[in-house]
């Protein structure tokens, strides 16, 4: 253990001290730091003066909390001097390694996913799948099994606009935080489109290796009705050749029975793969939603307003022009500006969004 270690006392009080002890305070509190952290301990002189000195300790022999209690002691009995002391600035800090490093954002990244989690909309499946990777996760750990956690791909059944990087990026960080795999970098995920056409799939990839230990996502939307395709076939077991240095999502839209089971099937023929589905959200919960846009800036929208609102979903959906949480926020920024239009006009400042504000909107 490292600890980064400074002190610096009032000139005055050093040179009251140094006459009624005969020695200088500065080399005499270097003396203690070596007693507190035992002969094994060594200390490295960073920069020292009269007055003050930065030291680095390397410690074998005792914890940091010993060390703290120790040192505030010896500063009582030795020095007469305590916490929050006018004579003296007593500053120190545990310098982490690497690896302890490595660990303390693992652990603050896990922290940060649970909100996460739980602030999404909708995502049951998504989630319970989630609860089984952390419930797992020790046991592959301590048996040093990644491969074999490695050696599943998924398959995101989600509508576009749903919130699929999203759920890659929160998937991502919770299989580095647990330790499961070790990507290179800080961008872990790369999202990508299989493209249909008279090419072969694989000429797209033949350069993935540029880029292992990645969260990779493979877009298969238009290979959906073309499963059998040799060229498809192929693309898989060059994927299944490589696996081991990268995590496989591969995505379509959400379809009904018997299409999701022909796409889950044909991935199962050459990969292990687990199936998680996103059904489309209802318009109880795009209406939860738009909340969170609207709170932003101080909106809020009452429950007379679900029926304009479900009009201009169902508008929008019509038109083809709906693209799932991505058309909400736009939306949420049409009720605002119908709000405050509406506002103008009255000559009032309600931050209440109602039915009234958003009248013939989807007409």
Same mark, same amino acid.
């Given at each position: ?15 009251? @001290?140094? *006459?009624? /002890? ?9 003396? =203690? ?7 094994? &301990? ?10 003050? =000195?930065?030291? /680095? ?36 800090? $545990? ?21 996460? %989690? ?25 048996? &040093? ?6 050696? @599943? *791909? ?7 606009? =749903? &919130? ?12 580095? !935080?647990? #330790? ?28 993935? #290796? ?10 298969? !939307? ?21 696996? $081991? ?30 199936? %998680? ?50 058309? /909400? ?10 709000? /405050?239009?509406?506002? *103008?006009?009255? #000559? ?6 109602? #039915?009234?504000?958003?009248? &013939?909107?989807?007409?």
């Amino acid at each position: 253990m490292k600890i980064r270690f400074r002190a610096e006392f009032a000139r005055d009080w050093v040179m009251t @001290r140094e *006459a009624t /002890m005969g020695k200088n305070p500065i080399n005499h509190l270097r003396s =203690c730091v070596q007693d507190i952290i035992g002969p094994d &301990g060594k200390i490295k002189t960073l920069d020292s003066g009269y007055t003050d =000195c930065n030291l /680095m300790l390397f410690v074998n022999s005792i914890e940091y909390s010993e060390f703290e209690t120790k040192l505030w002691q010896t500063l009582e009995d030795e020095f007469q001097i305590g916490k929050g002391s006018k004579e003296a600035d007593v500053k120190y800090e $545990k310098i982490l390694d690497e690896e302890e490093a490595e660990e303390v954002k693992k652990t603050q990244m896990l922290a940060a996913i649970k909100p996460k %989690v739980d602030s999404l909309l909708s995502a049951a499946p998504y989630k319970e799948m989630l609860a089984q990777v952390r419930l797992i996760a020790p046991q592959i750990t301590q048996l &040093g099994v990644q491969r074999v956690f490695n050696s @599943r *791909a998924y398959l995101f059944a989600v509508d576009e606009g =749903c &919130g699929f990087s999203t759920y890659l990026s929160i998937f991502a960080n919770l299989v580095s !935080s647990l #330790g499961l795999f070790e990507f290179t970098e800080e961008a872990k995920v790369i999202e990508t489109t299989v493209e249909y056409n008279d090419k072969d799939p694989w000429l797209q990839y033949n350069a993935i #290796g540029k880029f292992k230990n990645k969260m990779i996502s493979f877009d298969i !939307s238009q290979w959906v009705t073309h499963l059998d395709e040799s060229g498809f076939k192929r693309f898989l077991r060059k994927l299944r050749s490589l696996q $081991k240095d990268y995590i496989y999502v591969f995505r379509i839209p959400y379809i009904e029975e018997p299409a999701l089971g022909r796409v889950y099937q044909a991935l199962s023929d050459a990969l292990y793969t687990e199936l %998680v589905t996103f059904p489309p959200f209802t318009y109880k919960e795009y209406f939860e939603f738009i909340a969170n846009p609207l709170a932003k800036y101080q909106f809020k929208v009452a429950d007379d307003a679900k029926d304009e609102f479900n009009k201009k979903v169902l508008d929008e959906k019509s038109k083809g022009e709906f693209y799932g949480l991505r058309s /909400m926020r736009k939306i949420a920024y049409e009720m605002m500006f119908r709000k /405050m239009l509406h506002n *103008a006009e009255t #000559g009032s400042n309600d931050m209440v969004i109602h #039915g009234e504000d958003l009248a &013939g909107w989807a007409e």
